[in-house]
């Protein structure tokens, strides 16, 4: 199974909503990072957190990083149309491990 | 710099045949990663390597399927013989460290008829 897994699978609401979606991790991790993919193109990176890093801001977003649920989730405040696109979370579960992508959630906003 | 380039950006062919993916990662990162997407399994690492060296390609589907990294600057992805299963979209990535952020290329869409 995944190691980080995020929730929901697919999220739409309206322009200038927020946006809230999750991550979820088995195991103890270095850091944990946020990409998005818009369609047709390679992923980009939003945002690493450290694991002993609680909050994290860039911009309109928002990554929070709960280890003792093993969860994190990346809000992103007053939605825009160009936000439409597809959210992973990556995480490392090991010291020598590498980066592990979850299936990804496909957030819609509409105009 | 221009980012990671990957060529080609699409690529169809005929089951049976050869198919190269090249890829040209940031100038200064000591790793490069092979990515298959598709709907049905999501972002799969095919193959890593640090310093031009393969580390892991437990990732690799099977022997059909080989990487190399001869430089720093330059890798493939070779697919002998191509079948229709391996449609995907391919990403290369590179990156500073294993676990730091990576850099995506765009991909090539490979359809194989």
Redo the contacts between chains.
Sequence with gaps: SQQGEEDPQALSIQEGENATMNCSYKTSI??L?WYRQNSG?????LI?IRSNEREKHSGRLRVTLDTSKKSSSLLITASRAADTASY?C?T?PGA?????????ITLSVRP | DAG?IQSPRHEVTEMGQEVTLRCKPISGHDYL?WYRQTMMR??E?LI?FNNNVPI?DSGMPEDRFSAKMPNASFSTLKIQPSEPRDSAVY?C?SSWD??????????TRLLVL
Excluded: I, M
């Design positions: 270095n850091n990072q193109r390679g992923l980009v990176h690493l992973f990556a490392d020598n491990s590498k980066l592990t992508f979850g299936k990804g | 990671v990663f999501g972002l690492l890593y892991d990403f990535a294993l676990k730091e952020t990576q850099y995506f290329g765009p991909g």
